[in-house]
């Protein structure tokens, strides 16, 4: 049934074998079948309903939400986290600074999150909240709007109706840190590296054989009912679940950057233009505040972190308002980018209502890049083992769904669980994990595939494909049905 | 889920053809003069299935499926009673276990103080022992013992009997059904229940069973069901209200729907699986 031992017994020996040669490699594997027998019966492992590999949001979630819930508060959880956590509890910047790193919150992840307790411990003066979006191509200029239609219908969907909310990711995690500090009983065992994951062993009265066991840098060993991997991309848990993740790179970094904007609009909007070398977008932050999320190649995105501020920000406002050509040109200098964008806008036609306002003061130390991946775990489970969040897929950015793809499979993830409890099921066997799959694979892999397909389709620079995708654009922006279906889309309505 | 079509199908329809429902009596208007309600040819009929009892994709699967619906119906059997049921320390039987399905979730439950399990079948009885062993959390509250009703020593006292009685597709496996219920009897707690499922005796039930899962799709063993010894849940009403002592009974009729599981459906205890449920009078 379950692939994990007879990987990892080969992997094992795979390794032996590239030094040692056969006969050895049986007699090492003998002394240290003896040696892990031995150290097992001076130390047999802790025993754990849940063992959460990862103190991210997905992580911290998970465990706020099985101890907010009366039929998982019987659970004993342990969360296993490399960083330190006491730099998360006391994360405090001064007003008027914000973190580079940034996600948009749809409202049904912030529905789950004040469900489970932990959205009212979030700082909200942080928070930013927008109700518009505008997004446009950068080569032909065709533009949707996306902004809430007063309903005609009765249908509830007014204006002035939140698409997402606009958060520092730190903000999150202190506050489900908040939350799970006050609901007490998680073992946390944070600053601690996984050492290795083994399947434990049989003796006289129980039989772990199918029972993975985590090993702790401090030599502490803990049996897992149920192992959650919520330890990112690179995931140990995964690998040691013998689950494949398949995917490419898109040969894209994405420049972060904490913005100071020329002016505070009364109504807050998320800008995104796709150039041809991927979408640029700016996104709300309180008062005169935004984040940058500008994807772009690896080369350029080295050129903007080596620029000046002033450069830097001339850059960014030529990315909203030049052409693609005069942009690309401007890529090239070396210096002098705020010169060369005085002379060339005003030769540029572009709708001020239509832009974001002037960016005047970049953050220091948060111009910053990190590469863009496309990742899907071939399932999210095995037997005693599920994936939530980046373990299990990685998205483009470009949509803003990465981390609330994240709460949803926690939101669904518990939600199995729970049924399990209340229906005596054991809630690490794969046969009561198969519904958690069912639920979010599929729903996954649509947007996955979408935000794919939107960065394939603009980051063509000519040729009917440029003429047809603005065809799609225009229609999509006066037909109102299907705008709002994008946008019940973006605000995790839809899914 | 859905296996291909297996070419051996067409010709043995033919077979079954042969077979296909004529009258067939109640079950309930015969009786035995032997000891045992096993049946010896179900024994090794099971003990051949033991080694996959506990395979997610093997062949209990639909039972797997099966098991949370079975703690939804007792849920909707304690809800029934005029006084509410107790809420810990329930006392649980299960006759028939087989691997242990239902047994060690009706062991995890909080609300439970005992778990024991019976089925006549050692090599099952072994598999069940072994996948207990697994969980931790069982170690102290499920027993198995490999003994049919007939060799479980009576209860002396209501402290010894239980608070669920549970015969979950059991009953059509029996030869001598009444005799059966007749001996689990004195096993219930007053104010206790009796819970079970099994299958109607219809044609829907012929052909769901017998011709599709077993012949055409093979999702179930062939051999496992008899159809003639299905039984009717106005025949198993009939029979415990005649015996007097039995109260409120309950029924729920349940669909296997490929791609959503087992639904819920009312009236279609009348078609082919539902459950059944009976609470023992007070006094």
């Known amino acids: 049934m379950n692939p994990a031992p007879s990987i990892s017994r080969a992997l094992r020996a795979r390794q032996l074998n590239n030094y040692i040669c056969n006969s050895c490699t049986q007699q090492i594997r003998r002394q240290r079948r003896s040696y892990v027998s031995t150290s097992s019966t001076l130390k047999s492992p802790e025993i754990y309903d849940v063992v959460c590999v990862g103190g991210g949001p997905a992580g911290l979630s998970l465990l706020a939400a099985l101890r907010s819930s009366a039929a998982t508060s019987g659970l004993k959880v342990a969360l296993i986290e490399s960083q330190d956590l006491s730099r998360t509890r006391t994360w405090d910047l001064p007003e008027g600074q914000f973190s580079n790193r940034c996600s948009s919150l749809t409202p049904a992840s912030v529905k789950f999150l004040e469900g489970i307790g932990a959205w009212q411990k979030l700082r909200k003066e942080r928070v930013q909240e927008y109700e518009e979006m505008q ?47 006050e609901l007490g009983g998680v073992d946390i065992y944070d600053g601690q590296k996984v050492e ?78 796709f150039l041809p070398t991927g979408p640029v977008a700016m996104l709300p932050m309180p008062g005169a505040f935004a984040t940058l999320v500008w994807s772009t190649t690896p080369a350029l995105a080295a050129k903007l972190k080596s620029l000046s501020p002033i450069d830097f920000m001339a850059l960014v406002n030529a990315a909203f308002r030049l052409s693609t050509t005069d942009l690309a040109y401007m890529h090239t200098l070396e210096a002098g980018q705020v010169d060369e964008l005085i002379w060339r806008e005003k030769h540029t036609p572009f709708d001020v209502q239509h832009v974001p306002a002037r960016v005047i003061g ?134 | 889920m859905a296996s291909p079509l297996r070419p051996t199908s067409i010709r043995n329809l033919n077979l079954l053809l042969r077979s296909a429902p004529r009258f067939v009596q109640n079950q309930f208007r015969a009786h035995s003069t032997s000891t045992s309600s096993v049946n010896p040819t179900e024994v090794s009929h099971f003990n051949a299935l033991a080694s996959t009892w506990w395979d997610p994709h093997g062949s209990s699967r639909l039972l797997h499926l099966m098991n949370p619906l079975r703690h939804d119906f007792i849920k909707t059997c304690h809800a029934s009673q005029p006084d509410p049921a107790p809420s810990a320390n329930l006392r649980f039987l299960d006759i028939g276990c087989g691997g242990g399905i239902f047994a060690e979730s009706a062991a995890r439950l909080p609300s439970t103080g005992s778990v024991t399990a019976i089925d006549p079948s050692p090599e099952v009885l072994a598999v069940a022992k072994a996948h207990a062993k697994k969980d931790p959390l069982l170690g102290g509250k499920l027993s198995y013992q490999n003994t049919s009703i007939e060799g479980l020593p009576l209860p002396k006292s209501a402290d010894d009997q239980y608070d669920v009685l549970s015969l979950f597709e059991v009953i059509e496996h029996i030869t001598h059904p009444a005799n ?104």
């Open chain 1, 135 to 181: 997004v446009w191509d950068g080569v032909t200029g065709a533009r949707i709007g996306f902004e809430w239609m007063e309903p005609s219908n009765g249908t509830g969907e007014g204006k002035g109706r939140t698409i997402a909310y606009m958060n520092e990711n730190a903000n999150l995690t202190r506050g489900l840190l908040e939350r799970i500090d």
């Open chain 1, 196 to 273: 290795g994951i083994e399947l434990g062993e049989e003796s006289e009265d129980l039989d772990l054989r199918s029972w993975p066991v985590v090993e702790l840098a401090d030599g502490r060993r803990m049996a897992a009912r149920l192992l959650v991997g919520a330890d990112g991309q690179n995931s140990p848990v995964r690998t040691f679940a013998g689950i494949d993740s398949r995917g490419w790179d898109y040969n894209r970094h994405g420049v972060v950057a904490t913005l100071l904007l020329d002016g505070q609009a009364n109504r807050k909007t998320a800008y995104q233009r």
């Open chain 1, 362 to 495: 970049v953050q220091e130390g948060s111009v910053a890049s990190f590469p863009l991946k496309f990742r899907h775990a071939d399932t999210y489970i095995g037997e005693r083992v599920a994936l939530v969040g980046d373990a299990a897929h990685t998205i483009h950015p470009l949509a803003g769904q990465g981390l609330n793809q994240g709460q949803g499979d926690v939101e669904s993830l518990v939600r199995n669980i729970v049924y399990s409890v209340t229906h005596g099921m054991d809630i690490g066997a794969q046969m009561s994990l198969e519904t958690y799959v069912a639920d979010r694979y599929t729903k996954n892999h649509i947007l996955l595939g979408v935000c794919d397909k939107f960065h394939k389709l603009y980051s063509v620079e000519s040729g009917p494909v440029v003429g047809l995708r603005s065809l799609g654009l225009r229609a999509v922006d006066a037909m109102t049905p299907v705008k709002q279906f994008f946008m019940r889309q973006a605000a995790g309505q839809g899914m």
């Open chain 2, 180 to 283: 059966f219920l007749d001996a689990c009897t004195p096993f219930v707690k007053p104010g206790g229940w009796i819970v079970m499922s099994t299958m109607a005796r219809t044609w829907t039930s012929w052909l769901t069973t017998k011709v599709v899962a077993e012949d055409i799709i093979g999702i179930v063993p062939k051999g496992t069901h008899d159809w003639e010894k299905y039984i009717n849940q106005e025949e198993l009403r009939e029979y415990f209200l005649k015996q007097r002592g039995w109260n409120s009974p309950q029924v729920m009729g349940v669909v296997y729907v490929p791609g959503l599981g087992w639904q819920k459906v009312p009236r279609s205890e009348k078609l082919g699986n539902y459950f059944f449920g009976i609470r023992k009078d007070v006094v």
